[in-house]
């Protein structure tokens, strides 16, 4: 079995993809020649991005975008994926503000009955490093879809059902931005514990014998996400909307709005304006 790419070369590796990945017609352009015993099933492991979760929510039209679909279809091999019926578990969000989904009287359609085994995306929305490797609590922390897609099995035991040449995982971002979100780094993933279950996530990988090679790709900065903009943003911005007529020429922000450091959410902070 080849070595697998580590973490530093995910990057490096998505940059020589990005090119052959453009639905862009570029004329003179065109893919690389790809090993089709590399690629003779690809499978990949991660969490919401890789899934095809979009716009707070998933079914079969966002998980048919997701980069590890495009991905499959440049590379020519097959690509199962938990189809999610329509309008989704939970629907996209049809606009943001106010929010309303696309469906707002579904909470969730479930999954298509139509799936075809095995399944070569097995990531699931909201997974951080530990669910790849258990869904059950406490250790983990297992959610609705996590059943709907994976049928009681973890990431790692969907992934070696289809007899994987090539993998891909992004996962670990989870692992810290709820911490962000809520503002409580007391709820990031421990330092000793991320290292361990990564650890031991790619050697199972490395384990599995029809495995030629893979890319793991890095945690995000999560303070980077549209998520979170800085209150200096917004307090630059005020004053274009009070000469617009969006607030109200009396509007003040508190003292958060001036400190660069500060990180305001986005539905907090795009709902004022």
Known sequence: MRTLLRPGWGLFFLALLLP???????????PPEVSNNLFRSYVSIGNSITAGFQSGGINQ???????????????????NIPALQNPGCPPPLAQA?????????????????????????????????????SNRRPSSNPNPLTSFILGGQTQIQAAKKANPTF??????????????????????TPVDSFRARYSRMVSELERVESLQGGVFLKV???TLIPHFSS??????AIPQARSAGVVPSNFQLNSCGTATSTLVPFRYGAALL
């Open 220 to 222: 995000a900065d999560v």
């Open 20 to 30: 052959w990945m453009s639905g862009c017609d570029q004329g003179s352009l065109s």
């Open 167 to 188: 993998v891909s995982a992004w996962i670990g971002n989870n692992d810290v931005l709820g911490a962000a979100i809520v503002g409580d780094t007391t709820l990031a």
């Open 97 to 133: 503000f106010p929010p309303q989904t696309i469906a707002p009287d579904v909470d969730c359609a479930l999954r298509a009955a139509s799936v075809s085994s095995p399944l070569h995306n097995v990531a699931v929305p909201n997974a951080a490093v530990i669910d790849v490797l």
């Open 61 to 79: 039209n966002t998980q048919e975008e997701s980069y590890a679909v495009l991905l499959a279809e440049q590379a020519g091999t097959p690509f």
């Open 231 to 236: 209150g200096a943003a917004y307090s630059q």
